[in-house]
């Protein structure tokens, strides 16, 4: 299981994951992508995917839904899940096939356990300052439940700022702004490179 994490919302997280699934979708692997957002789910509308049933269905395993931005991936949406729902489900998921985790924005009980639960993370960034330091910041918090950083993507830019590989003791991958990001030939690039670090830990 690969977390998708990043200290602020509105950093690229779905964006990035949905991106990433494409990626896999791409070598021939069948994703799953899990909405672990329970207080601003947003995976499900930008897969367009319904938003129930989702984790608290009694299987979640069979509450998932095809992408319809990325045919071939498939999405386990939020639904009405509660923490218990949600611990349940990772319990549950498959082992057969990649899983992406699309974790929840901050530092809080709800934004750890997705974390601790993946067998890798990658920390979603953007350029700014306060950016960088979300990055360091959620990069300690995954390393501090035992779950290894492999890279840190940084969305909308088309460098690295300068020492977030030495802050954050992971490798960078920069992914340029795109006006559609899932259909973006620059963008697909970068979401290959991140696919290597998921194909890693699936």
Do not use: F, Q, W
Not at 36 to 48: E, K, Q, Y
Not at 65 to 78: F, I, K, Q, S
Not at 80 to 89: E, F
Not at 92 to 119: F, K
């Amino acid at each position: 299981m690969l977390a998708v994490a990043g200290g602020k919302g509105g950093s690229g997280k779905t964006t990035t994951a949905l991106g990433l699934a494409g990626a896999l979708v791409e070598r021939r692997r069948s994703p799953l992508l899990v909405d672990c957002d329970l207080d601003a789910p947003n995976l499900h509308l930008r897969a367009g995917v319904p938003r129930d049933p989702g984790l608290d269905a009694p299987d979640p395993t069979t509450a998932v839904h095809e992408a319809e931005t990325v045919p071939g991936a498939d999405v386990l949406p939020a639904g009405d899940a509660d923490g218990d729902d949600l611990a349940a489900a990772l319990d549950a998921l498959p082992d057969s096939r990649p899983v992406v985790l699309d974790c929840p924005a901050g530092a809080s009980e709800a934004a750890v356990r997705p974390l601790r639960a993946a067998d890798g993370c990658v920390v979603v960034a953007t350029a700014s300052r306060e950016g960088v330091e979300d990055a360091v910041k959620t990069a300690a918090m995954a390393r501090a439940v035992g779950t290894p950083v492999l890279a840190v993507a940084v969305a909308r830019a088309r460098g690295v700022p300068r020492g977030l590989a030495d802050a954050t003791a992971a490798d960078t991958v920069p992914i340029p702004e795109a006006e559609t990001p899932l259909r973006d030939s620059e963008t697909a690039a970068a979401y290959a490179a991140l696919a290597d670090y998921a194909e890693s830990v699936a």
